[in-house]
C-alpha cells in the first residue's frame, strides 16, 4: 500500500462530515502542500476527532497554532 493510500484510510475517520472533509482535502489540497506541511497534516490526524470538531465549529482552538492553517481550509469546505 502506498503512503497516500495509508494516508487516505488515516482520513477515515468517525464522522461521517469529516470523512467527506477530509477526502477533500486530500483531492483538491494535499498534493499542493510543502513536505514540511504534509508532514504537519499527518500530525494533524493524529488529534481526536472531538477536538478537530470542536476546531471546525469554532468551539476551541487548537492547542498547536500551527494547525490553524488545516482548521481554516477545512471549514472553506463546509
Known sequence: ?????????????????????F????????D???KGE????????????SDINDWILDRAIPGNSDYIPFVNYLKTCL
Open 32 to 34: 499542493n502542500l510543502s
Open 23 to 30: 477526502e477533500k482535502f486530500m483531492s483538491n489540497s494535499y
Open 38 to 49: 504534509q508532514v504537519l497534516f499527518e500530525e494533524f490526524l493524529n488529534e481526536t476527532d
Open 1 to 21: 500500500m502506498s503512503h497516500r493510500s495509508k494516508l487516505i484510510w488515516r482520513c477515515r475517520r468517525g464522522m461521517k462530515e469529516m470523512d467527506i472533509l
